[in-house]
T-cell receptor, first 114, second 113 residues
Framework: KQEVTQIPAALSVPEGENLVLNCSFT??????LQWFRQDPGKGLTSLLL?????REQTSGRLNASLDKSSGRSTLYIAASQPGDSATYLC?????????????FGKGTLLTVNP | AAGVIQSPRHLIKEKRETATLKCYPI?????VYWYQQGPGQDPQFLIS???????DKGSIPDRFSAQQFSDYHSELNMSSLELGDSALYFC????????????FGPGTRLTVT
């Protein structure tokens, strides 16, 4: 059974800092990994999708890496801004068994202080 | 670009009532997924459909049922509602299965009183 863990559970940083969010998964047989942003009580905004054959993806100030063999992904946010404050969720789509669903981590609550 | 549409956006029901949530996938997307996110929880997979057939099933209670119609929209029917069913219900769609990205709708917030 795939399990996804995100560390830290919460992170508070001053504006302008670069930061890294971590995601680990137990089963390396995956199709892809997605990073999402969720504002309180709101929907899921997809930030980056990394296919299992890829090592990283970049979008603006965001960079996500994937090390499938070690079961790890990181989301790097450069020059953080108060508007980046949200919960960041990592989700994995596994190859084995139930291969339709995304398995989510519990998220990292990010607060960027002005 | 067109996104996944969910209706209603908010729904308030009493215990033991029924509720129907609707999902309209992105055009030309043939796969639909339903997720439930309880307060302070991560989203949990409920069920998915590919080409109008159930493709996968997760932790969906027997009180819930779902289907995908010929126009690819999907409906989640929930009966005998319980307080614990209060949650955000997300629908997602993708243009196929396996490695395709899942695009999420804005969610339906269900409150059971």
């Amino acid at each position: 059974k795939q399990e996804v863990t995100q560390i830290p559970a919460a992170l508070s940083v001053p504006e302008g800092e670069n930061l890294v969010l971590n995601c680990s998964f137990t089963d390396s047989a995956i199709y892809n990994l997605q990073w999402f942003r969720q504002d309180p009580g709101k929907g899921l905004t997809s930030l980056l999708l990394i296919q299992s054959s890829q090592r990283e993806q970049t979008s603006g100030r965001l960079n996500a890496s994937l090390d499938k063999s070690s079961g790890r992904s990181t989301l790097y946010i450069a020059a953080s801004q108060p508007g980046d404050s949200a919960t960041y969720l990592c989700a994995v789509r596994s190859r084995g068994g139930s291969n339709y669903k995304l398995t989510f981590g519990k998220g990292t609550l990010l607060t960027v202080n002005p | 670009a067109a996104g996944v549409i969910q209706s209603p956006r908010h729904l308030i029901k009493e215990k033991r009532e029924t509720a129907t949530l609707k999902c309209y996938p992105i055009p030309r997307h043939d796969t639909v997924y339903w997720y439930q996110q309880g307060p302070g929880q991560d989203p949990q997979f409920l069920i998915s459909f590919y080409e109008k057939m159930q493709s996968d099933k997760g932790s969906i209670p027997d009180r819930f049922s779902a289907q995908q119609f010929s126009d690819y929209h999907s409906e989640l029917n929930m009966s005998s509602l319980e307080l614990g069913d209060s949650a955000l219900y997300f629908c997602a769609s993708s243009p196929g299965t396996s490695g395709y990205e899942q695009y999420f709708g804005p969610g339906t917030r269900l409150t059971v009183t």
